[in-house]
T-cell receptor, first 105, second 114 residues
Framework: TQLLEQSPQFLSIQEGENLTVYCNSS?????LQWYRQEPGEGPVLLVT???GGEVKKLKRLTFQFGDARKDSSLHITAAQPGDTGLYLC?????WGAGTKLIIKP | SAVISQKPSRDICQRGTSLTIQCQVD?????MFWYRQQPGQSLTLIAT?????????ESGFVIDKFPISRPNLTFSTLTVSNMSPEDSSIYLC???????????FGEGSRLTVL
């Protein structure tokens, strides 16, 4: 059974700090996706990583796919209150446990 | 892309009653999914609804409890039957568009069972 282990499950930090969220597995994936969900809304796709070692940047968010395509990370630089939300890694119908991120002003 | 409308957005229901959630998509899609989510937690897939065939349910979910209809390529309903407080949750409709490589979600239906 393919699983995505996501950590941490909860993170509360001050505005301006940096953070990293991890999504790990013992399985190899052809791609991984990261979604963000805000309260009262459905998840929205942030990025898809496809190639081992790939790095994608979305403003202050940096996404990396591991060389072996078993893990991925999301790094946020200088976090803003607008980054608050639930971050989910995903492969098709497999979902990580989610990281609830709160950025305090 | 796809725009998904879900109704109701929230409801408070009495134990033992049933509630039907509607999901309308602005384009024709092959695959529709129904998820359950506790606030702040990950998504749990209930079933996959394909037009013209019976829904495929995940382990722990049965048709008698969560009947699904999929009358056409733009619409689906999920009914939560004989509700108990344990059914209190957010229910999300999602679609996959061939070639798009991503899932699109409705805003969710927040159900509270008293």
């Amino acid at each position: 059974t393919q699983l995505l282990e996501q950590s941490p499950q909860f993170l509360s930090i001050q505005e301006g700090e940096n953070l990293t969220v991890y999504c790990n597995s013992s399985s190899v994936f052809s791609s991984l996706q990261w979604y963000r969900q805000e309260p009262g809304e459905g998840p929205v796709l942030l990025v898809t990583v496809v190639t081992g070692g790939e790095v994608k940047k979305l403003k202050r968010l940096t996404f990396q796919f591991g060389d072996a395509r078993k893990d991925s990370s999301l790094h946020i630089t200088a976090a803003q209150p607008g980054d608050t939300g639930l971050y989910l890694c995903n492969y098709q119908l497999i979902w990580g446990a989610g990281t609830k991120l709160i950025i305090k002003p | 892309s796809a725009v998904i409308s879900q109704k109701p957005s929230r409801d408070i229901c009495q134990r033992g009653t049933s509630l039907t959630i509607q999901c309308q998509v602005d384009s024709q899609v092959t695959m529709m999914f129904w998820y359950r989510q506790q606030p702040g937690q990950s998504l749990t897939l209930i079933a996959t609804a394909n037009q013209g065939s019976e829904a495929t349910y995940e382990s722990g979910f049965v048709i008698d409890k969560f009947p699904i209809s999929r009358p056409n390529l733009t619409f689906s309903t999920l009914t939560v039957s004989n509700m108990s407080p344990e059914d209190s949750s957010i229910y999300l409709c999602s679609v996959s568009i061939l070639g798009a490589g991503e899932l699109f979600f409705g805003e969710g239906s927040r159900l509270t069972v008293l």
